[in-house]
């Protein structure tokens, strides 16, 4: 799923924003802001969590289009999707600040 700010409506803004919201996702994306290129075995030992968590939560945003795998050898490794970011964020300012058409937010 890829998100786009053109056709993002309040639904879809809430449904990305209940799924990046979760503790762990949260803790997840801001390890991968400040350190890009991790795998699910060093974002575990970080955030001293279970490797099958880590994975199922970085599945759930990867599904979402707010994470891109890369493989490195035998590695998978992690970045943010910097464009689904920057949609999901301006969708929110969008909503919050009430220049929805600006933004490409329909209700």
Do not use: F, N, W
């Not at 056709?7 to 924003?17: E, H, I, K």
């Not at 490195?72 to 058409?101: F, K, N, Q, T």
């Amino acid at each position: 799923m890829r998100i786009d700010p053109e056709v993002l409506t309040s639904d879809a803004l809430a449904r990305s924003l209940r799924l990046a919201a979760h503790p762990l996702r949260l803790k997840i994306l801001a390890e991968l802001a400040r350190h890009p290129g991790r795998c699910v075995c060093d974002l575990a030992a970080d955030l001293a969590v279970e490797q099958p968590a880590v994975s199922h939560h970085l599945g759930a945003l990867r599904t979402a289009g707010l994470v891109l795998p890369r493989r490195e050898g035998a590695r998978v490794e992690y970045e943010i999707e910097r464009g689904a970011a920057s949609a999901l964020l301006g969708s929110l300012g969008a909503v919050l600040g009430g220049s929805s058409r600006a933004q490409g937010v329909r209700r």
